[in-house]
């Protein structure tokens, strides 16, 4: 009965341990070196979409400048509308009061002080 809990480790040493590392640490520096020859097209995609989600995005955000622009056109457009109209209104209100005062005293005959 081989049960792998109950078998012994397999003993290495120090030597065996530190050429299995380096032996993956060469394998590393291989596949970095080498590389995935996908890898490029695949990065080249990945950065495409990202690149036209970006165009999208910046589009949306100048349309909505553009936007708020028009907002802000139209309403400095109104607020110069309404400051006319207050204006015309009071030189208006003033006119027609003007028109009810009575008749001013001329300076003779104002009484003396």
């Excluded at 009965?1 to 120090?14: G, I, K, S, V």
């Excluded at 003033?94 to 003779?108: M, T, Y």
Aim: no cysteine; aromatic share 0%.
């Amino acid at each position: 009965m081989d049960n792998p809990a109950l078998m012994q480790p397999e003993t290495r040493t120090d030597a065996e341990y530190e050429a299995a590392v380096d032996s993956l640490l060469a394998d590393m520096r291989h596949m970095q070196e080498v590389g995935d020859p996908d890898a490029e097209r695949r990065d080249g995609a990945l950065l495409q979409q990202e690149l036209a989600a970006m165009r999208q995005e910046l589009r949306e955000l100048t349309q909505t400048i553009q936007q708020i622009q028009a907002e802000m056109r139209h309403d400095r457009d109104m607020a110069a509308r309404d400051r006319e109209n207050l204006i015309l209104r009071l030189e208006n209100s003033q006119l027609r009061s003007e028109r009810q005062l009575p008749p001013g005293k001329l300076q003779d005959e104002l009484p003396p002080d």
